[in-house]
């Protein structure tokens, strides 16, 4: 189950693949582009943003024998409270209510990163059931693509704005490239305002795959998501990390311990103009090695291995008596917040099943994501796997 988030959708599209197990991939968000996949049965419905109790219905109608829920720890807190057996993503930040229960509930911890980078402060119980897959890149990346980089240009600085930016003013993405005039600089992504008329700034827009630009980088700035990260690590391209300012509290711990492994230069906040020159001349000598590519290549294989290891657990998932009562408790003020929300309706068909088949929505192709033995279906296992 995936929250629409691009990340989400980008390892669901590697992950699914590399199943043993037979697979349903529903997307839960109302504001979802496209869904996790198109054709060969996968299927995308969409619950409004506040149709949880009509999926937790629908799971429950199939015999699942594993949910794993990337994003919503509402949805995953109400499937654990119906007995299901949920695992989800491990992810760095400070933890709310709901995420210490998600954390302690989950069957499993699905880290899209390398241990060295488990965040710091973890209950050893959680930690017991975190399994780390290595970098689980955005896209498929065939190995490193930092050599493909021609030499007799200016070298190149990659801005991975996304969807919804990373935080500077098109001003001071002039005033960056002002400062570095032996530095070509391309925004990817939705910077804030127009870069129009900004000297030294190549603008791309929105971009499905940041691949070949990547493959003629010779350094990047990103924000701290994920998959970004996993992205740009997997191409073996040195990173400059800043956390995004919509995502304070949750990017500022991952950016610190990309810095402390040498992973990344970290990045507090973006920086001034006069600090670009030297920033760039220290991530241009930034060792990323092989680790990141070969984490990569294998990373899908993992998590999938995991995921089908976890449903064929035979393990007991009793919840303590105490856990069981903080989770009602956490329910029913749930509850009392939702009370004049009604559940949209899944047979709604301004909310119902989108066809991805239609290229007009289709915008990741699950089976053109890997390789892999799943038996993709769309609405729910079939007894058996």
Do not use: K, N
Not at 39 to 49: E, F, L, W
Not at 304 to 333: F, K, M, P, Q
């Amino acid at each position: 189950m995936l929250d629409g988030s691009a990340g989400a959708r980008a390892r669901a599209a590697a992950i699914v693949p590399c199943l043993r197990s037979q697979v349903s991939v529903l997307e839960t968000s109302a504001a979802a582009r496209g869904g996790p996949g198109a054709g060969d049965g996968v299927s995308r419905s969409r619950d409004a943003g506040h149709a949880t109790g009509e999926v937790v219905a629908w799971a429950g109608e199939h015999g699942f024998d594993l949910i794993h829920v990337d994003g919503g720890d509402e949805l995953l807190l109400r499937l654990a409270g119906r007995g299901f057996r949920v695992s989800t993503v491990h992810r760095h930040g400070r933890r709310s209510d709901a995420r210490r229960l998600v954390d302690e509930l989950a069957h499993g911890l699905l880290a899209p990163y390398p241990s060295r980078l488990a965040p710091r402060r973890v209950p050893r119980p959680v930690r017991e059931r975190v399994a780390f897959t290595g970098w689980l890149p955005a896209t498929r990346l065939a190995g490193s693509l930092a050599g493909a980089a021609v030499r007799d240009r200016p070298r190149t600085v990659l801005v991975l704005a996304g969807h919804r930016g990373l935080g500077p003013a098109v001003e001071e993405l002039g005033a960056a490239a002002a400062a570095t005039p032996d530095w070509r600089w391309v925004v990817a992504g939705a910077p804030t305002g127009s870069l129009d008329g900004i000297g030294g700034v190549e603008d791309l827009g929105p971009v499905p795959d940041v691949s070949p630009w990547l493959a003629s980088a010779d350094a990047a700035v990103a924000g701290a998501s994920l998959s970004g990260v996993a992205t740009v690590v997997a191409a073996g391209v040195p990173l400059l990390a800043v956390p995004r300012a919509d995502r304070a509290g949750v990017e500022e711990e991952f950016v610190a311990l990309l810095g402390a492994v040498g992973t990344a230069v970290p990045l507090h906040r973006w920086p001034g103009a006069e600090r670009w020159p030297q920033l760039l001349a220290g991530a241009a000598d930034l060792s990323v090695g092989t680790r990141g590519p070969a984490d990569a290549a294998s990373a899908p294989y993992r998590a999938a291995a995991t995921l089908d290891g976890w449903a064929e657990d035979e393990t007991s998932d009793a919840v303590a008596a105490a856990l069981r009562d903080r989770l009602e408790t956490w329910l029913a003020a749930a509850d009392r917040a939702d009370a004049d929300t009604a559940d949209a309706d899944l047979t709604d068909p301004d909310v119902a099943d989108v066809d991805l088949t239609d290229p007009d929505v289709a915008d990741v192709d699950l089976a053109e994501a890997g390789t892999g033995g799943g038996d993709v279906s769309a609405h729910g296992p079939a007894s058996g796997r």
